[in-house]
Nanobody, 124 residues
Framework: QVQLVESGGGSVQAGGSLRLSCAASGYTSFSYSIAWFRQAPGKEREGVAGIRFGAGSTFYADSVKARFTISRDNAKTTLYLQMNNLMPEDTAMYFC?????????????????WGQGTQVTVSS
């Protein structure tokens, strides 16, 4: 059973940084894509950054490119999202997700496992 537990959210001012962590267990990087999604009040959940199964190609939403970096530790048990130059529009609940054989890590389709989320609030 895949289990995902996020941490690291908080409140920062615009221009600040946060690093989110996701403790992941029960999955293998060979067959699972793993990703960060976010959902703001009244909006649909959207893909932020992801790592595709197998070779581990990374994908980023246009809105976060050059500001956010997705990575994981060598043991592949912890997924990170380094967020720099945060903006108020980045305010949302951030979720870690894992899905088997998911080809597009920025789409929710196929992600069967989700964490409980961690809140990020950016003030202007």
């Amino acid at each position: 059973q895949v289990q995902l537990v996020e941490s690291g959210g908080g409140s920062v001012q615009a221009g600040g940084s946060l690093r989110l962590s996701c403790a992941a267990s029960g999955y293998t990087s060979f067959s699972y894509s793993i990703a960060w999604f976010r959902q703001a009040p009244g909006k649909e959940r959207e893909g932020v950054a992801g790592i595709r199964f197998g070779a581990g190609s990374t994908f980023y939403a246009d809105s976060v490119k050059a500001r956010f970096t997705i990575s994981r530790d060598n043991a592949k048990t912890t997924l990170y999202l380094q967020m720099n130059n945060l903006m108020p529009e980045d305010t949302a609940m951030y979720f870690c997700a894992a899905g088997r054989w998911v080809s597009d890590p920025l789409k929710t389709d196929g992600f069967a496992y989700w964490g409980q989320g961690t809140q990020v609030t950016v003030s202007s």
